[in-house]
């Protein structure tokens, strides 16, 4: 599967974006998906996290804020940030587990999120 995120932009501090993520392959409903960050100096935070049957789970950071989805009809992933901090600064990637590995493997392209106080 190849991914790619878009959505990303320019946000004042408690406002909210949507970041979606088009994935290509026609197993998309067999890969685990999540979202991860990477803030500059900062390695790879994984925010939140969707399986292949829909059970979602997110960092402590982002709990009550952030929602992650998914339509497998249209091979997409999605992340609604809401309430956003300049703390959620960061290059947004979107990226897949495939089945039988224990790590996410995948990752595409990121977009740029940045959050003014």
């Known amino acids: 599967v190849q991914l790619q995120a878009s959505g990303g932009g320019l946000v004042q501090a408690g406002g909210s974006l949507r970041l979606s993520c088009a994935a290509s392959g026609r197993t998309f409903t067999s890969y685990d998906m999540g979202w991860s960050r990477q803030a500059p100096g900062k390695g790879r935070e994984l925010v939140a996290i969707?399986?292949?049957?829909?059970?979602?789970s997110y960092t402590d950071s982002v709990k009550g804020r952030f929602t992650i989805s998914r339509d497998n009809a249209k091979n997409m992933l999605y992340l609604q940030m809401d309430s956003l901090k300049p703390d959620d600064t960061a290059v947004y990637s979107c990226?897949?587990?495939?089945?039988?590995?224990?790590?996410?493997?995948?990752w595409g392209q990121g977009t740029q999120v940045t959050v003014s106080s």
């Open positions: 969707i399986r292949a049957n829909g059970i979602t």
């Open positions: 990226g897949a587990r495939s089945p039988g590995v224990s790590t996410y493997d995948i």
